[in-house]
Every structure is written in structure tokens, then in C-alpha cells.
């Protein structure tokens, strides 16, 4: 069975941090990218992050620069993002998914994870 299953949410306050988790089962991990996604109420969903260790692809977007890292244990068939320096604007869901042999251009998902609820007060 494939999963891709998200922790690591929580409330924070502005400029706190917290790490999120992705675990995946039931793929061949190292054939995909991971994107991170994120949504919140009333807004479009906003890509990310992305990291593909197997062809040395990454992505942030504007909005987290400098702020995010995105990380793979291939090991352990799991990515994380570091979030530091959070902000109100950060709240949303957080979800992952899985790109088969993509190189972060975030055409096509194969897979995705439930969410996790990430709360940053002012």
C-alpha cells in the first residue's frame, strides 16, 4: 500500500520553527520527487518545496526562501522541511507529494499525504 504520511504540525508563535515530516511506503522512494504544498483558507494551493535527491533537484518558493530547507533521508524514505522564522502568513496545511523521475518542475503528482495543520500566531 502506498503512503505518504505528514507530522510534525502544530501551533508555533511568530519566529518560531518547526520540522515537518514526510514518510513514504510502498515505492521505490529514490524514483521520486517530494514536493511540499501547502493551503489555507480561502487560498489557492501554494507549492512549497521539492526535492529530488536522485537527480540533485530542489525548489523553494519565493515566499520561503531563506526561511525553509527542504531535506531527504533516503534511509529512512523520508523528507523533512525545517521551517524557521515563521510567520502568520505560514498557516495552512501542509501536504506532500510524490513525482515519479521528476526534476522539481511540478507537472504531474502520483501520490499524496493527508495534510498536517500548521497554526503560526501573531
Known amino acids: 500500500e502506498v503512503q505518504l504520511v505528514e507530522s510534525g504540525g502544530g501551533l508555533v508563535q511568530a519566529g518560531g520553527s518547526l520540522r515537518l515530516s514526510c514518510a513514504a511506503s510502498g515505492f521505490t522512494f529514490d524514483d521520486y520527487a517530494i514536493h511540499w504544498f501547502r493551503q489555507a483558507p480561502g487560498k489557492e494551493r501554494e507549492g512549497v518545496s521539492c526535492?529530488?535527491?536522485?537527480?540533485?533537484?530542489?525548489y523553494y518558493a519565493d515566499s520561503v526562501k531563506g526561511r525553509f530547507t527542504v531535506s531527504s533521508d533516503n534511509a529512512k524514505n523520508t523528507v523533512y522541511l525545517q521551517m524557521n522564522s515563521l510567520k502568520p502568513e505560514d498557516t495552512a496545511i501542509y501536504y506532500c507529494?510524490?513525482?515519479?523521475?521528476?526534476?522539481?518542475?511540478?507537472?504531474?503528482?502520483?501520490?499524496w499525504g493527508q495534510g498536517t495543520q500548521v497554526t503560526v500566531s501573531s
Open positions: 507529494a510524490a513525482a515519479f523521475k521528476d526534476y522539481c518542475s511540478g507537472s504531474r503528482y502520483d501520490y
Open positions: 526535492i529530488n535527491d536522485s537527480n540533485d533537484s530542489t
